[in-house]
């Protein structure tokens, strides 16, 4: 195994990586200076490649991104909540939906199949037939835990299908573009996961236009179905409730109320194949996964 | 339905928004002026609410993205691609690995529960055992096209399992923290769903770290358990390839090969029901959706 942490001579033109230490000698064939990003339309940004204008269709202009663009990146991964209780009424604009959906609509597809539809609900009246089927899948739900921990979970605020002004429902065709898609052909679920790409990349779109977001999953599939009219073929995959909120928690709901704990990711880890619970080996990224300080500003 | 366009006075502090258009006036509560993401250690962002000491805990210091942030999370998403044949066999640093990792270990999950594991895999022998079956499976693939497709999907490059220096498989454990989970009462695919939406935040990390990742799908499950030493209980949900990249296409490769075309988002969309393959409501939204121009840079 080589070194993980052995620098490598920039090898091509957008290899040039920005350095995540400060104190680095910037990579030489860098073309996005750090900080760089910030301007997203300056000049250099969009100017030609004269060395090879036929390249210029086919790969990105100037695929480096910022330190600057990095870390707004992470900052959507960290800040993004599920929300629940803190949804405002306030309408989202047409051109922010319009943005946050075909945000979704560019999530990676298994043959490019495209397999999602997205069924935008504004009518109060569809929405409460959806939360009436909540609020019985609720009550069924709390019979299934422990008596010791029934309490705590009547008392979690685990929706805002009314609160919130637009829910969505994205729903997975299985049958677009016939029986054979590449990469469907041994792990049959791909378009499924497809579908549930689209549904992150909505997520994280949504938190960079400080929208909340939160997934309804205490329903009964049948009663989704009958509300929404959805055939049979289609199989929905996530009933998301999306709106601007009062405030985004700092950490997830669960975790502050001691419901479960954030696993140390290091112990989530294994190298080169599944030998434990947790490995011994690559103790070096595990130590360096413990230096990491994700903010959740 | 109150209209979508409608602007409402910012009721909280958290709720005053970067306004998309440039010609509106600024949000009077907006506490990060449109370009202040640039300076994400800027002295304002971490000043405590001096207002409201008790809620910081509880609530995220500084909510508000700023257009700059948004525009990065947009630009992530948007030249993101499933990489195939262009990876350089460049070391990553542990340090980047730790945080893509981390931005995986922080996507949703139902319930909190955390399902994923991470097998980091860069043993050579190990790459060559799963990329043997990947030939295997790829020749059965093959014979399912037609043959009128079956020469162009023989000559797609799809996957980079030998040519990246890492690869990385995300599993799920369905039985962790027991057999009821908030969320997946009912909807018992949760579990599986919440471990693609770390797939999903592990790809988008990456694409800030300028890291090329690619899902290979054309595998038979079993070899790549037995390859890896999975339990039987442990359901194996993705093979990524990660590295870093000679360039990345401006468009997903099997588009610019003409295996499928982008579909117009606006014939995707159904409005409070599923009508017909697209609905004659929300046209304001399908216009908007036309307007938006994803850069692909």
Chains 1, 2 share one sequence.
């Not at 549930?196 to 400080?210: F, K, M, P, S, T």
């Amino acid at each position: 195994m080589s070194s993980p942490t052995q620098a490598h001579a920039a090898p091509a033109r957008t290899h040039a990586r920005t350095e995540p230490d400060p104190g680095a000698p910037a990579p030489h064939h860098a073309v996005v200076p750090a900080g760089a990003g910030a301007h997203p339309q300056a000049p250099d940004r969009q100017a030609p490649d004269r060395q090879a204008p036929d390249r210029q269709a086919r790969f990105q202009a100037n695929p480096q991104f910022s330190r600057a663009e990095r870390d707004a990146v992470y900052r959507a991964i960290h800040t993004r909540r599920d929300v629940r209780g803190e949804f405002l009424p306030d309408a989202i604009p047409d051109e922010v939906l319009a943005r946050v959906l075909t945000a979704a609509h560019h999530a990676p597809s298994v043959g490019f199949m495209q397999p999602w539809d997205f069924i935008v609900v504004r009518s109060r009246e569809v929405r409460a037939r959806i939360h009436a089927d909540f609020v019985a899948a609720h009550a069924e739900a709390e019979q299934m835990f422990d008596a010791g921990k029934r309490a705590t979970y009547r008392n979690l605020k685990l929706e805002g299908i009314l609160e919130s002004p637009v829910n969505i429902c994205i729903t997975c065709d299985r049958r677009r573009h016939g029986p054979v898609v590449i990469g469907r052909t041994h792990i049959g679920a791909m378009d499924v996961y497809s579908a549930v790409c689209a549904v992150q990349n909505l997520w994280l779109a949504a938190r960079a236009e400080n929208l909340g977001v939160g997934w309804v999953s205490i329903l009964h599939e049948p009663a989704l179905r009958e509300a929404l009219g959805i055939p049979p073929e289609i199989i929905p995959i996530a009933y998301l409730c999306i709106g601007y909120v009062k405030d985004f928690h700092a950490r997830p709901e669960l975790e502050s109320a001691g419901w479960l704990k954030r696993m140390p990711l290091a112990e989530l880890l294994h190298f080169d194949g599944w030998r434990g619970p947790a490995d011994a080996g690559g103790e070096q990224l595990a130590e360096a996964i413990r230096q990491v300080q994700p903010i959740a500003r």
